[in-house]
Structure formats: structure tokens, C-alpha cells
């Protein structure tokens, strides 16, 4: 069974920083894509950032500049660092994968984690 587990999300004041951990475990062949989406009250989840097993990233244009995405493939990891933050990040923020189980691919959630930007 594979599980997400996010971390790092808080309370922060309007051009702080958070930084965002996702770590993965469980039965898996490999990692193709993890990314970091967001849902605010009243809002469609919407894709933050993304990262493939080949490094390539895709950042949202609204936090282009502000947010990067890495990840540590050998831990099974996927990072958010969150600059300049403004108080329309206030999002709940999950981690997703896509991992190959057993031949097939399929896409995997984390709980979620708050991230309020307020002073």
C-alpha cells in the first residue's frame, strides 16, 4: 500500500516562508510524477507545481517566481519552497504521485496539509 505523508504547511504572515515536505512509502517500482496541488475554501483543487523522474518541473503561473518544486527520488521525496508568500496561497496543499505498482500506474494522495498566510 503506498501512503503520502505531507509536512511543513503553518501559519505564516504575508511575504513569508514555508517549506513543504512529502515523503512516500510503501510497495512501489518507481516514481514518474509527484506534484503539490491546493484547494482553498470554495475552490477547485488546482496544480501548484510538478516534477517528473526526468527533473522536469511545470510551476503554475500564479506562483511562478515564488515557488519551486524538488524532490529526492532516492528517498522517495518531493519538496515545495514557498517564497514571498501572499494571502491568496491560504490553501490546504497535497501531495500527489504517480507510481508504478506492479506494472500498471496509478496516482496516489496525501492527506493535505494548511498553509494560512495571514498577519
Known amino acids: 500500500q503506498v501512503r503520502l505523508v505531507e509536512s511543513g504547511g503553518g501559519l505564516v504572515q504575508p511575504g513569508g516562508s514555508l517549506r513543504l515536505s512529502c515523503a512516500a512509502s510503501g510497495s512501489m517500482s518507481s516514481i514518474n510524477f509527484m506534484a503539490w496541488y491546493r484547494q482553498a475554501p470554495g475552490k477547485q483543487r488546482e496544480l501548484v507545481a510538478s516534477?517528473?523522474?526526468?527533473?522536469?518541473?511545470n510551476i503554475a503561473d500564479s506562483v511562478k517566481g515564488r515557488f519551486t518544486i524538488s524532490s529526492d527520488n532516492a528517498k522517495k521525496m518531493v519538496f515545495l519552497q514557498m517564497n514571498s508568500l501572499k494571502t491568496e496561497d491560504t490553501a490546504t496543499y497535497y501531495c500527489?504521485?504517480?507510481?508504478?505498482?506492479?506494472?500498471?500506474?496509478?496516482?496516489?494522495w496525501g492527506q493535505g496539509t494548511q498553509v494560512t498566510v495571514s498577519s
Open positions: 516534477i517528473t523522474s526526468g527533473s522536469s518541473t
Open positions: 500527489a504521485i504517480v507510481a508504478v505498482v506492479g506494472g500498471p500506474s496509478f496516482q496516489y
